[in-house]
């Protein structure tokens, strides 16, 4: 089945640094999908890509959809004590019957 | 807009018990729904897409008639643990596609039950 490189796996980081994680997958995606997650807590939607090249930006999260539809990262700008949290990326395509693929998440940690 | 709540946010049973969760998209329709299954510090694993008025879909080792799904309307899904026992105990979350997305494909999710079963 399709698979999601989510990268990197965990990343700790000092309050005001920027932040970039991405996702590569085999497959292409029609969709792209960045959800954050706060412990104990759904998914929340961040950002969605919906064409080739786009670039979007909510705040200070930017992510793009890569040009070649089989990857797309997301950057945190400035990051603050609140950003901690599971950021997950998630690609569709319109053969899986409209299922998102996740990836594996990454574990941001913000030191004050 | 947007939101999607389940009920029970969390729930402690016996074993041998059956559980049911509620999902519903409170200021959209939804015809596709979708019920995941996390475990600490792990992705989210689909276990089915639930279909408004028909059968829901679910992943291959999932078992259907472990976990009952209902998608009785276009604003509620029911996802029933059927005879829980303790190795059932995770997180399971619920997300809602808007009947009106057309080409846009975002899901919106629950904020998550919590299932623990002794």
């Known amino acids: 089945g399709q698979q999601l490189n989510q990268s990197p796996q965990s990343m700790f980081i000092q309050e005001g640094e920027d932040v970039s994680m991405n996702c590569t997958s085999s497959?292409?995606?029609?969709?792209w999908l960045w959800y954050k997650q706060d412990p104990g807590e759904g998914p929340v939607l961040l950002i969605a890509?919906?064409?080739?090249?786009e670039l979007t930006s909510n705040g200070r999260l930017t992510a793009q959809f890569g040009i070649t539809r089989k990857d797309s990262f997301l950057n945190i700008s400035a990051s603050i004590p609140s950003d901690v949290g599971i950021y997950f990326c998630?690609?569709?395509?319109?053969?899986?019957?409209?299922?998102?693929?996740f990836g594996d998440g990454t574990t941001l940690t913000v030191k004050p | 807009g947007a939101v999607v709540s389940q009920h029970p946010s969390w729930v402690i049973c016996k074993s041998g018990t059956s559980v049911k969760i509620e999902c519903r998209s409170l200021?959209?329709?939804?015809?596709?729904m979708f019920w995941y299954r996390q475990f600490p510090k792990q992705s989210l694993m689909l276990m089915a897409t639930?279909?408004?008025?028909?059968?829901?879909?679910?992943e291959q080792g999932v078992e259907k008639d472990k976990f009952l799904i209902n998608h009785a309307s276009l604003t509620l899904s029911t996802l029933t643990v059927t005879s829980a026992h303790p190795e059932d105990s995770s997180f399971y979350i619920c997300?809602?596609?808007?009947?009106?997305?057309?080409?846009?494909?975002?899901?919106?999710f629950g904020p998550g039950t919590r299932l623990t079963v002794l």
């Open positions: 639930s279909n408004e008025g028909s059968k829901a879909t679910y």
């Open positions: 997300s809602a596609r808007p009947r009106t997305s057309g080409t846009y494909n975002e899901q919106f």
């Open positions: 998630a690609g569709l395509d319109n053969t899986n019957a409209g299922k998102s693929t």
């Open positions: 200021d959209f329709q939804a015809t596709t």
């Open positions: 890509l919906y064409k080739a090249g």
């Open positions: 497959s292409i995606f029609n969709t």
